[in-house]
């Protein structure tokens, strides 16, 4: 078995996070953006869980200064990350209580209801003005959000809405991904004759409604501030079509043992499937406590990372057997040569061509959840 001289952290997997990527992605949606709309970033679940620490200065670098997360405690960690000319929205907004420590750290949350402006004003004003936050209608998602009968009592207190200090209204499209659905063109007339009557209250506001997909639909979509997440990252926001974002992460993974079977012999729990003899097996560090979804199993596949003679690596697609445990899987590498397995040094599950879009896929899921469940038992590795 080969694999090189690694270090103890490498020797439980290695994830590699190209934070270059991360910039090229961000340069490259902000330039579809139409003349006038800003691109703001969503950092939330620490950068989909490559790195909030890392990944955040990077696109402050890049010019971005609209930031989105999720929560109290997210918020405060990134105000403590970048400059104070960024303006960081809480998506889920605030719980009861919140307020105060939210307008003290000078993050924006997203309120859905009446009650929470009234809660706002109360008890962030200062000099008959409170500090800002954002509005957060449904224009169609059925998620969090004011729907449409609250928002229309709600321009009826012109008062309030001045008093709230708003600075930014959003929604969110639920089909954005899938172009010609004909969802995407009601909810932007909802939005757009919503944001239509909130400026005639509160002409500042800004509206912010495109997200990595919805970029993708085109200008009218766009508005003032577009907020990018998952393209970000690398996941393809037009399914079906070539990605025009960059591979941003590497997943590999070290074999723990190189084995060819005597027989045909059931591989893993369940005796799910069946190696048939001669097989030659490869058992990796890596299973769903590291985020190689238990959904895989059987479906999935990996590249051999075999060192080449003359130098450099090639890599070779091989299917994984039998299901994902918490700590292991199991590759199927019999395709391998015997001087390619001598050679062998690893099974990468992610790289530039096994992205996370078709990882999601084998396991029946998404990019999303590929890359928020990347484990934290791995040596990360920034470049």
């Known amino acids: 078995m080969g694999g090189g001289n690694m270090t103890l952290e490498e020797a439980e997997g290695l994830l590699t996070i190209n934070l270059a990527a991360v910039a090229e992605n961000y ?36 010019g971005c200064r609209d930031f989105f997360v999720a929560t109290l405690a997210e918020g405060l960690a990134l105000r403590a990350l970048l400059a104070d000319d960024v303006r960081i929205s ?20 997203l309120l859905v209801s009446t009650e929470q402006l009234q809660q706002w004003v109360a008890k962030t004003s200062a000099n008959g003005q409170a500090a800002p936050c954002a509005l957060k209608l449904d224009s169609g998602m059925t998620r969090l959000g004011m729907g449409e009968s609250e928002f229309a009592h709600l321009l009826a207190q012109p008062e309030l809405l001045r008093s709230a200090n708003l600075c930014l209204v959003i929604s969110h499209l639920a089909c954005a991904d899938e172009p010609e659905h004909p969802q995407n063109r009601r909810q932007l007339e909802n939005f757009a004759r919503e944001v239509k009557a909130l400026r005639a209250i509160c002409p500042q506001v800004e509206s912010s409604f495109a997200n990595s997909s919805g970029i993708c639909l085109g200008e009218e979509y766009h508005f003032d501030v577009a907020r990018p997440g998952s393209a970000l990252y690398g996941i393809n926001p037009c399914p079906g079509q070539h990605n025009p974002m960059t591979p941003v ?27 048939v003899s001669g097989s030659w097996l490869a058992v990796v560090r890596g299973g769903y406590a590291d985020g190689v979804l238990r959904a895989q199993s059987g479906r999935g596949c990996g590249a051999a990372v075999v060192a080449e003679p003359e130098g450099g690596e090639s890599r070779i697609v091989v299917p994984m057997i039998g299901r994902v445990s918490m700590d292991t899987t199991v590759f199927d590498v019999s395709t391998l040569s015997d001087s390619q397995r001598a050679r062998l040094q690893a099974v990468e599950m992610l790289n530039d061509e096994l992205t996370v879009d078709e990882m999601g896929a084998a396991a029946g899921t998404i990019g999303y959840e590929i890359l928020t469940s990347l484990g934290h038992r791995y040596c990360r590795r920034y470049c």
């Open 27 to 62: 340069c490259a949606l902000r330039a579809r953006l139409r003349t006038g709309s800003r691109c703001g970033a969503v950092v939330k679940a620490n950068a989909y869980g490559l790195g909030v620490e890392q990944v955040a200065p990077v696109l402050y670098a890049q």
């Open 249 to 275: 992460v590497n997943l590999r993974l070290p074999i723990l043992q190189l084995r060819q079977v005597d027989g045909d012999v059931p591989v893993g729990y369940g005796a799910t499937q069946t190696a």
């Open 90 to 109: 809480l998506l889920t907004g605030l719980r009861p209580g919140q307020e105060k420590a939210c307008a003290q750290a000078g993050l924006i949350p």
